[in-house]
């Protein structure tokens, strides 16, 4: 699965890696969000050049990361479903790694792989992140600790999706909640040894947009206190950790000492132990 909007300059590589991938009973499926740069004339040549292996989504209109995200997901028809950004890259050997993997126990429903993350112009990321998460059963962790991988490294069993699919009460950053459901029945998520695929790290990417992204998650946590009532208490401590806490170290790096002092004291308001936010709040002095 493949989403795309105006990457002119990426998304041909982005579809070559998945259609060149070796694994033989393979669909690849790119919806692309009424892309003006070009992006989908570039797409339309590909779709000719591999009619059997890929279907495109060519839409004229723009409807935002999450519904197109959507589009492209119920055009999946594969047991399995492996995620893909118009600007990354899968690298050799990928979904018959995780195919493989996920075969082995039908309990398994996700699994991730170390990412390679480059910069726009493909050489590699200094100080990359390392992955969070590497297995467990049920979305506890991943409530608690946040979004195990990229999306470009996770492959689901498509069975444990839920019928909505992506969240489109959450514009941007839908991927969460989406893992968190996957898991929700108690499933197996794991690792795969391995480099097998890139993120590409460049001013158009999606996850630059920092507070709407904070809200989607901080919007994702309430979703999931109402939907899963078990998690209630999780979900408000997380709030504080990746919404509150991180908007703060986000505005400290910014040199916005005031609004970071602010939201320092709300953490520590909600969680009066908090350390990482008393020493923060000392910075910002």
């Not at 982005?14 to 259609?19: D, H, N, Q, R, Y």
């Not at 029945?185 to 993120?199: I, L, Q, R, W």
Request: charged residues 20%.
């Amino acid at each position: 699965m493949i989403t795309s909007y105006n990457q002119k300059a990426f998304v041909a590589a982005a579809i070559e890696s998945a259609v060149n991938q070796e694994y033989e009973n393979l669909e690849v499926v790119i919806s692309d969000d009424g892309s003006t740069d070009g992006t989908a004339k570039i797409i339309a040549q590909l779709q000719s050049r591999y009619p059997e292996r890929l279907v495109a989504l060519l839409n004229k209109d723009n409807v935002g990361v999450t519904r197109n995200c959507n589009r492209a997901l119920h055009a999946c028809t594969g047991e399995f479903i492996a995620f893909l950004g118009g600007d990354d890259a899968l690298l050799p050997g990928k979904i018959s790694a995780q195919v493989d993997w996920l075969n082995q126990d039908q309990r398994r429903v996700m699994c991730g792989h170390a990412i390679e993350f480059i910069l726009e112009d493909g050489s590699s990321m200094p100080n990359a992140p390392h992955p969070i998460l590497r297995s467990g059963v049920g979305p506890e962790e991943v409530i608690r600790r946040g979004s195990p991988l990229p999306a470009q490294s996770i492959m689901v069993r498509a069975s444990a999706i839920p019928p909505h699919g992506f969240d489109e009460s959450i514009s941007i950053a839908s991927d969460l909640l989406f893992w968190i459901e996957v898991l929700s029945a108690g499933g197996v998520y794991g690792y795969v040894e391995g480099v097998f695929a890139k993120y590409r790290d460049h001013k158009g990417n999606v996850s630059k947009r920092y507070s709407e992204m904070l809200e989607d998650i901080k919007l994702t946590y309430q979703i999931v206190a109402k939907r899963y009532p078990k998690y209630r208490s999780l979900c408000m401590e997380s709030i504080v950790k990746h919404v509150i806490y991180f908007g703060g170290v986000r505005s400290l790096s910014l040199g916005q000492k005031a609004e970071a002092r602010m939201m320092f004291l709300e953490a520590i308001r909600k969680r009066p132990f908090f350390l990482k936010a008393w020493l923060r709040l000392l910075q910002t002095f």
